[in-house]
């Protein structure tokens, strides 16, 4: 039994595109909220979860949808043309609406952020920012519209995409394979966040970011259109059925009686529990992650005066340095042994980059981050193959979703809560601390889960370990 590393690569290609729109989202929507329309932490933070509460709804809804269609293309492949396609539109127009905000206040004299200024200095220009946003309320209204339509689109495939890979990899295979569909996502992160750079997305508090986003969604759709051509979904999905029967790791759907189907959908009480501390989990940890990596943008150029895209950069790279080696890792000790490692290495990397102020060298951030890259690609790769290990093949849509209601209902949490308690106390107090006591929570529930781990299969020798024919 070997890992089609192509296979799973080319399946990845959803994942890219996905996690280069996030990538580009979280980068440059906060910085719009507070630079451009002038809302305070927590309304910003308001604004930023509205994807999550959508995601709450949505995606357990597209993932079990996903899993009754039939198709010649599959049960994924239309979810993912159409609702990237429509993301990507509505994605170019919202930059639109943001430059007609944009001239509105520069008309106004309203001045640029400096990148040493003070909070004090931010919130003073904020207030002023707001008074246009008040005065000029329909440009608000159109942009939180389009936003709907972003983040709707982005909905309806992101429980199908993530679904494929279980859907052609065998059980056993998955954090390995998980690893990979994490791999082509960090690297369409990576790409956009160069992009970044190269557009200076950190430098000017009134940049126009339509050039920045025409090139993400040409790189989404460079994603798009390797997967569209390469993926063959209904073959590569009958071919794993064909591996779970020959290597007898359960019973293919279709063989199974009605009776013995609905039988095999029952979980015992101790994978219930389990199944419940490993969502807990999920939305602890990812409450944690996300205070950070949703504001980490402002955070870097208000209060640090950092370029944080080059930071992100590095987590992003020890992450792509990480997943193969966490996916070998864990099919080894165990996933969750790996993922109690990986939670106390975000943790501390967060612990730490508490201490790191404004008169801290910027290279000094760079371990911090790259602690930080290979804690979260160690929580990752393996999370969410613990999830579906507790699904029947024609349930994987299903605990995919599962999976994701729990980490976006975490996600609506985290920018409300970390965002009021920036406006109440300060995000240079609150910011890190935050994110670590959450993460440190994860810890514990994670702790207590007994089930979710796949199976070992004997391998007779080096070569076979390494997958190597």
């Known amino acids: 039994m070997k890992l089609n590393y192509k296979r799973v690569l080319l399946v990845g290609m959803a994942f890219f595109l996905i996690s280069a729109f996030w990538q580009a989202y979280d980068a440059i929507v906060p910085l719009i909220l507070t630079n451009h329309f002038g809302l305070p932490q927590t309304a910003s933070g308001a604004v930023m979860s509205i994807d999550n509460i959508l995601a709450v709804f949505l995606l357990p809804i597209f993932g079990a949808v996903s899993d009754k269609v039939n198709t010649r293309f599959g049960k994924r492949t239309p979810f993912i043309l159409f609702g990237s396609v429509a993301a990507m539109v509505s ?13 509105k206040v520069v008309a106004a004299g309203i001045p640029e952020l400096s990148q040493l200024g003070t909070e004090e200095e931010a919130e003073m220009i904020r207030k002023l920012t707001v008074e246009i946003t008040k005065a000029n309320p329909m440009l608000f209204i159109g942009f939180i519209a389009t936003l709907l339509v972003v983040l709707v689109a982005m909905a309806t495939f992101r429980s199908p995409a993530v679904a494929l890979m279980p859907d052609v990899t065998v059980k056993p295979l998955r954090s390995k394979a998980n690893a990979i569909i994490n791999l082509t996502g960090t690297a369409g992160g990576i790409l956009v966040l160069v992009l970044g750079m190269v557009f200076a997305t950190s430098k000017h508090t009134y940049m126009q970011y339509t050039g920045y986003v025409v090139a993400v969604v040409a790189i989404m759709l460079t994603g798009l259109i390797v997967f569209i051509l390469t993926v063959k979904e209904k073959k590569w999905a009958e071919e794993m059925e064909e591996d779970t029967r020959r290597f007898g790791i359960e019973e293919p759907l279709e063989e ?30 990812y409450i944690g992650y996300n205070s950070i990596t949703s504001k980490y943008s402002v955070y870097a150029t208000t209060v640090l005066g950092f370029d944080f895209n ?15 080696p966490v996916g070998i890792i864990a099919s080894k000790i165990g996933r969750r042994k ?21 008169s801290t060298p910027e290279l ?24 579906v290990e507790l699904a029947k093949g024609g349930d994987i849509g299903k ?33 890190f601390l935050f994110g670590t006591i959450f993460v440190m929570f994860s810890f514990v529930t994670m702790f207590f889960v007994k089930h979710g781990d796949s199976k070992p299969i004997e391998k007779k020798d080096l070569l076979e370990q390494l997958d190597v024919d």
């Not at 109690?340 to 102020?357: D, E």
């Open 256 to 285: 199974e009686s009605k009776t013995s189907r609905e039988q095999k959908r029952s979980l015992s009480r101790g994978e219930i529990v389990s199944l419940l501390l490993i969502l807990a989990s999920v939305a602890l940890w």
């Open 364 to 387: 000094v951030m760079y371990p911090v981050f790259i602690l930080a890259g290979i804690g979260w690609a160690t929580i990752n790769v393996n999370s969410f193959p613990m999830v």
């Open 310 to 324: 080059f930071t992100l950069i590095i987590a992003q790279a020890a992450a792509i340095v990480s997943y193969i």
């Open 91 to 103: 994605f170019v127009a919202l930059t639109f609406i943001d430059n007609y905000q944009i001239a």
């Open 399 to 431: 605990y995919t979703g599962y999976y994701y209601t729990a980490s976006m209902a975490a996600q609506i949490v985290a920018p409300i809560l970390s965002g009021f308690l920036y406006d109440l106390i300060g995000m240079r107090t609150v910011f």
């Open 338 to 358: 790996t993922i109690l490692a990986g939670v106390l290495m975000l943790a501390s990397a967060f612990l730490i980059g508490h201490f790191i102020t404004p």
